[in-house]
């Protein structure tokens, strides 16, 4: 496929990024992180809204970094859509939106490997 944009390897950037933070000094060694608390104690969509809102609020304000906080702003996105769809998973619920229905999920469940 030819992408107009460079998708693949703009996704395959995010995936680097995304594994790299997990050898961060904050994650380390560690199976139970931050994000998994706020999520556990039922913050978690508001958590990586707000952490959305605040690397889109602050794109290009500064001279350098601007592109680590379009990375934040993906990997956080990525963490909510992935929790919802653990969530939906979970409670057995079919997914409402039918673009994404008709586009990924031809009838309407979800597959396994969101219930991690």
């Not at 995010?14 to 790299?20: E, F, G, R, S």
């Not at 304000?61 to 934040?72: M, N, T, V």
């Not at 859509?81 to 009838?107: A, S």
Request: aromatic share 14%; charged share 30%; glycine share 8%.
């Amino acid at each position: 496929m030819n992408y107009k944009f460079n998708e693949d390897t703009t996704l395959q950037m995010i995936k680097t990024y995304i594994k790299n933070t997990y050898n961060a000094h904050y994650a380390k060694d560690k199976k139970y992180q931050a994000t998994d608390m706020i999520f556990d104690s039922g913050y978690g969509e508001g958590f990586c809204l707000g952490n959305i809102m605040k690397y889109a609020m602050r794109y290009k304000r500064k001279e350098e970094g601007y592109l680590l906080d379009i990375k934040k702003l993906i990997h956080y996105a990525i963490i909510l859509y992935g929790e919802e769809m653990k969530r939906i998973n979970t409670l057995g619920e079919e997914v409402k939106d039918k673009d994404f229905m008709n586009q990924h999920i031809p009838d309407g469940k979800i597959r396994e490997g969101w219930n991690k």
